[in-house]
């Protein structure tokens, strides 16, 4: 079954459509209904927004995206949730543990260097806690890179020190966990025990491509809908603001000419403040999801809704 993706400029109509997935085919009575959210503000205000449309809001759980996902992992998989040592603040304890051990190898030279004069190991800590959180941001979008790294396909230090990190065998990491789900979710036949039956993401502006997958492969087994906030009707994913379309214009090859969609044409505030929601709608778009619209002219009695109009349009 496909991932569900519904867009619209008001936050109020996604919660209508929200609303009508739930009541128009109910679960079973027991089993907790499922809406993932970024912050308990939005889940205060989306469980308000429920009661008021169909008369009561129970039996809902509102969990992060990173919780339900360490869910996702233990119902294909059984391994669940990473290793609690690549959580940042632990992996910097034991990333300082062994920098001093590394040295020696002529890889480290450049933190040797640096490591040279530190009688307080102050520079080691800060160090160690970088790195931590490099680390963390690579098993976020880089995930194939440390699984390379682990198979010694890289030789830079950077790659030497996972090794040495991976070598006691702490246990699974984020990275490992979703080549899991790749195979498991493809082998398997029948639909994962202890998960709900459907999933619905609720006004989230942005995740991580590792998310996203998660929830993509959770598609091919359960209801999945994205209720997704888009300003704009129209296809924005390559616009560009001044200071991109400046970098895009000294590209070699693309001489000096007018760009295939002149600046003029686009909303200078999407393009300047949309980046994130643009690359995110591609994101969601490159799933090949079924895409729902259901867009609403905001009015142009006041200035705000004439600004919104703009840019809808």
């Given at each position: ?32 209904e ?58 910097s ?32 800590f ?6 931590a ?120 090859g ?35 999801p ?24």
């Amino acid at each position: 079954m496909p991932l569900v993706l519904i867009s619209s400029n008001r936050l109020e109509v996604l919660a209508e459509h929200l609303a009508a997935v739930l009541g128009e085919a109910p679960v079973s009575p027991l089993a907790p209904e499922i809406i993932l959210v970024q912050s308990r503000g939005m889940e205060h205000w989306v469980s308000l927004e429920l009661a008021r449309r169909l008369g009561v809001c129970a039996n809902i759980r509102f969990p992060f995206p990173n919780h339900f996902v360490g869910l996702v992992f233990a119902a294909f998989s059984g391994a669940g949730r990473e290793a609690p040592i690549f959580n940042p603040q632990r992996l910097s304890w034991r990333i300082m543990d062994l920098l001093p051990g590394c040295l020696e190898d002529s890889a480290f030279q450049s933190l040797g260097n640096y490591l040279a004069d530190d009688p307080s190991h102050l520079k080691n800590f800060q160090l160690a806690q970088r790195l931590a959180f490099l680390y963390d941001q690579y098993l976020l979008f880089r995930p194939e890179m440390v699984l390379d790294w682990e198979k010694g396909r890289e030789d830079h230090w950077q790659a030497r020190l996972w090794r040495k990190l991976m070598a006691a065998k702490p246990g699974p990491h984020r990275a490992a966990l979703l080549q899991d789900l790749r195979q498991a979710a493809r082998r398997r036949l029948k639909r994962p025990e202890g998960l709900p039956q459907r999933v619905n993401v609720f006004g989230i502006s942005a995740l991580p491509p590792f998310h996203v997958e998660v929830l993509a492969l959770l598609a091919r087994h359960r209801h999945v809908h994205f209720f997704l906030l888009n300003p704009c009707r129209e296809y924005w994913g390559d616009i560009l603001s001044r200071r991109e379309e400046k970098g895009f214009r000294k590209r070699p090859g693309r001489g000096t000419g007018a760009l295939e969609r002149p600046g003029e044409f686009w909303n200078p505030l999407l393009a300047a403040w949309g980046q994130m929601g643009r690359e995110f709608l591609d994101l969601l778009l490159s799933q090949d999801p079924e895409w729902r619209e259901d867009f609403r002219e905001p009015g142009l009695d006041f200035l705000l809704g004439r600004l919104q109009a703009d840019i809808l349009d």
